[in-house]
């Protein structure tokens, strides 16, 4: 069985990766691996660390929901995301890395999210990157 590593943020365009990501899981008969990678410090303190808590428990109901078999990785160790993702692509072998990307501007397109960038540019396997609605 292989296995989809989906890059997951609270907000619209994680919700479009973890979307993209189950039909992809679904479709190739695979595992998935939802990833949400902060670097930790005092900019996640309790609340904050509490909020996250309760948004992988909305993503493991939504998850058992469409029947897929998956892993939630929670990951606190200093790390940039990018490193976080590629590292679980890799550990997984992955077949497929699915990243949300937030519209920007036209000067904003200009300059792709440096997370993005890397995941697109360092990933041991296809990445699959979506836009919220």
């Known amino acids: 069985m292989g296995t989809v590593v989906v ?5 619209p365009e994680g919700d479009a990766a973890l ?3 189950i ?3 679904k479709l190739r008969g695979s595992r998935l691996v939802v990833v949400n990678s902060h670097r ?3 900019e996640f303190d309790g609340p904050k660390a509490r909020a996250a808590e309760d948004d992988l428990e ?5 998850l058992e929901d469409a029947g897929v078999e998956h892993d939630i990785r ?9 490193e ?3 590292s679980i692509a890799e550990a997984n072998n992955a077949e497929l890395l699915v990243i949300g990307l937030r519209r920007r501007s036209p ?4 300059i792709l999210g440096s997370n993005a960038q890397r995941v697109l540019l360092d990933a041991p396997c296809p990445v699959l990157a979506v836009k919220a609605q």
Not at 7 to 11: I, L, S
Not at 107 to 110: A, H, I, M, T, Y
């Open 40 to 42: 930790g410090g005092q």
């Open 7 to 11: 890059g997951y943020v609270p907000k």
């Open 58 to 62: 909305k993503i493991r109901a939504t």
């Open 107 to 110: 000067v904003g397109k200009l």
């Open 19 to 21: 979307s993209a990501g």
């Open 23 to 25: 039909s992809e899981a």
């Open 84 to 86: 976080d993702l590629i």
């Open 74 to 82: 929670q990951l606190v160790r200093g790390f940039e995301p990018a």
